[in-house]
């Protein structure tokens, strides 16, 4: 790590700290996906055996499912336990209203499905993920497309004015596939000045399972810096 990557390692882990922190004995808990989340879920499984918790979680991907069982945290589903108390979660991007632009992780459709299910959604980040507007430095939203759509999905982001990539593996070649069957396709607005209108209209697109763009969805967002934690409430 160079000394810029070691900080924000350091500020992700302290912003994660903070969010287990709501964690109570009995709660169901849903456990985002990413590098973010992942310390999030390591301090749940220490916190779980430290306090001898009794918890149960919703795992959003493949990803977090693996980690809840190498951290010794139970795993249950939305089928048995469909309303969550707490849901944490990372972000990609951050605006002052605290919306979002998640699944750079290609997990958003499963992390979308349990934060609304949850009575308290967390989002955990080191401060580089602030930003004025959403969309600013030419990063995409993330949408999840049934396969069979992405050409037609692809032609019909054109005539909103967006530029999309069909995101492609690493260590595989081809196209990504979630852990719901369907590929990522990576939208470029640049600013988005209406984030909550450009949802609806990403939304209304037959074949696009979910969008990355996550609107007043976030209660509470923890922003490690270098030496502190803010926090920020909607
Ligand atoms: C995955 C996500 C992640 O939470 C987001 O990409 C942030 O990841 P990281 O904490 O590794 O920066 O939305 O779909």
């Known amino acids: 790590l160079n000394p810029k990557q070691d900080w924000i390692e350091e500020a992700k882990k302290k912003a994660a700290l903070r ?6 004995d009995k709660f169901i808990i849903g456990l985002g996906s990413g590098s973010t989340a992942a310390y999030a879920i390591e301090e749940l499984g220490r916190k779980i055996k ?3 918790l009794h918890i ?9 499912f693996m980690l ?22 990372g972000a990609d991007q951050i605006d002052k209203e605290l919306n979002l632009i998640k699944g750079m992780g290609g997990a958003l459709a499963r992390e979308k499905i349990v934060a609304s299910a949850s009575k308290k959604f967390i989002i955990i980040a080191d401060e ?14 993330p ?15 054109e005539g909103i004015g967006g530029t999309p990539t069909l995101r492609e593996g690493t260590g595989k070649v081809g196209p990504i596939i979630t852990d719901n069957g369907n590929v990522i396709i990576d939208a470029e ?3 988005i000045q209406e984030p909550a209108k450009l949802e609806d ?28 934690v803010k926090k920020c409430e909607k």
């Open 143 to 157: 949408l999840e497309v049934i396969p069979f759509a992405s050409k037609s999905v692809m032609l019909k982001i």
């Open 128 to 141: 580089t993920k602030k930003v004025k507007v959403l969309g600013e430095k030419h990063h995409p939203v």
């Open 201 to 228: 209209r990403l939304d209304s697109i037959p074949g696009v399972v979910e969008t990355g763009l996550f609107i007043e969805m976030a209660d509470i967002v923890y922003l490690g810096a270098r030496s502190t």
């Open 68 to 89: 809840a069982i190498k951290n010794g945290i139970p795993i249950t589903t939305l089928d048995e336990n469909p309303v969550l108390d707490l849901a944490i979660d």
């Open 56 to 64: 149960l979680a919703v795992p959003t991907s493949y990803q977090a």
């Open 19 to 24: 969010a287990v922190e709501h964690v109570k």
């Open 189 to 191: 607005f640049g600013s």
């Open 50 to 52: 430290r306090d001898q």
